[in-house]
Nanobody
């Protein structure tokens, strides 16, 4: 299993970014995948997840602003981030597990066994 993120960058508050996570070695449609982030000096936290049945879970801090979705044809996971805030600044990583995860467990970093290298998102005020 290999996960490769892209799409991070620097934006001003209120802006948007779309993160991508290209998967190889397995089908994204079949398993639970998530986006997690870690800010300097803070613990890694779950941002959003989506399971094989299409169900999604979001952290309260991003509800209504972020959308997680998959493109099965491209075998890619996405995170559309709108109305970005300075507190969204972090290293964002996608992760996958062969297990089914219900909410809110699907936001727990320790439940994922496969990780990408991460992509940095910086939001300035």
């Amino acid at each position: 299993v290999q996960l490769v993120e892209s799409g991070g960058g620097s934006v001003q508050a209120g802006g948007s970014l779309r993160l991508s996570c290209a998967a190889s070695g397995y089908a994204v449609s079949s398993y639970c995948m998530g986006w997690l982030r870690q800010a300097p000096g803070k613990e890694r936290e779950g941002v959003a997840s989506t399971d094989s049945d299409g169900s999604t879970t979001y952290a309260d801090s991003v509800k209504g602003r972020f959308t997680i979705f998959k493109d099965n044809a491209k075998n890619t996971l996405y995170l559309q981030m709108n109305s970005l805030k300075p507190e969204d600044t972090a290293m964002y990583s996608c992760a996958a597990t062969f297990n089914r995860l219900n909410s809110p467990i699907s936001l727990f970093p320790e439940k994922y066994g496969y990780w990408g290298q991460g992509t940095q998102v910086t939001v300035s005020s």
